[in-house]
């Protein structure tokens, strides 16, 4: 595939996919680009996501104080806020987009999803990236961009664009969920759902394991392994979670106070849903609602 060919398509991709939305949200892009030849730049930082992929060439990318191998192959996200620079004597051929998740527009499962890349500091890049899902997608992006001369898969392109964004994250997540072992998945997946519903819909209430496995007929321990082996997360890790996630959703569409949010996603007191979600997102609820209001 000859990316050259390909660069043109981010011009009319700033006119296509400016703005991209789907289900779960919406999202702002500053600039899709790419460079032929990026050499050296100065240490800076964005207020927004930028995402680049190395086509061709060999540098190095700093992040603070960390140094990181560029090479063909290699995906890496710049967050908001963190200090960077690509270093390159000889010039690396690289695409790369700028953009910004809508929060208050987006759900609440999108916000969570990003606030934690934007948090993570452990995985900002992947090498050998070339076969990735959110690579192939990017690269189908542009071939079919190039191909729309008539402009008539303007949506199609704008919902591949949408796509591709969804996908950023993941190449990105710290834990991996466990590999699943041989198991009766129909039956297990089906009483985990069950179990998952019933936390849904009783977030404000003290929820236990006890509780949870007696609604759904199993021993607390079978339901606990169900959770490790199904989703690689313990029980009290998926219900804190889903509780940080609602509160999320109720801060960015409520003016509901703090306090209110605290009871109906069973937090025990302010206090201490204000310690676990400070904990969780690195910011207060209200620092954060006053964040997500511009």
């Known amino acids: 595939m000859d990316y050259r060919c390909f660069l043109k398509s981010n011009h009319l991709l700033r006119k296509i996919a400016k703005e991209v939305k789907g289900e779960l949200g919406v999202f702002e892009v500053l600039y899709w680009s790419g460079d032929e030849l990026h050499f050296t730049n100065k240490p800076h930082k964005h207020t927004f996501y930028e995402v680049f992929y190395v086509v061709e060439g060999e540098g190095f990318y700093m992040e603070g104080n960390v140094q990181h191998r560029l090479t063909s ?17 000889d010039g690396l051929f690289m695409l790369y987009i ?40 990017w690269k189908a992006l542009l071939h079919q961009t190039a191909l729309n001369t008539k402009n008539d898969k303007d949506e199609f392109i704008r919902s591949m664009a ?17 590999p699943a072992k041989k198991r009766t998945r129909r039956l ?63 801060l960015v569409t409520t003016n509901l106070p703090i306090k209110s949010i605290a009871e109906i996603t069973g937090f025990k007191t302010i206090h201490y849903f204000t310690r676990i979600f400070s904990k969780e997102m690195k910011m207060t609820p209200t620092f954060f609602r006053k964040k997500q209001a511009g």
Request: hydrophobic share 35%; aromatic share 8%.
């Open 73 to 89: 192959g290699t995906f890496v996200c710049c967050r908001p806020g963190v200090m960077h620079q690509i270093i390159s004597d």
């Open 98 to 137: 700028g953009f910004e998740l809508k929060a208050p527009l987006s759900s609440a499962e999108l916000n969570v999803k990003y606030l934690e890349l934007e948090n993570s500091a452990d995985k900002t890049v992947c090498h050998d990236s070339h076969e990735t899902l959110t690579v192939l997608m």
């Open 162 to 178: 949408y796509q591709f964004l969804l996908s950023i994250p993941d190449n990105f997540k710290q834990h991996k969920s466990l």
């Open 188 to 250: 297990g997946g089906k009483t985990l759902s069950q179990a998952m519903s019933y936390i849904q819909d009783n977030l404000s209430s003290n929820l236990s394991l006890i509780q949870v496995a007696n609604y759904v007929h199993l021993s607390p321990r079978h339901l606990s392994r169900l959770f490790f082996e199904e989703r690689g997360q313990s029980f009290s890790d998926y219900i804190r979670k889903v509780r940080i996630e609602r509160a999320i959703q109720l």
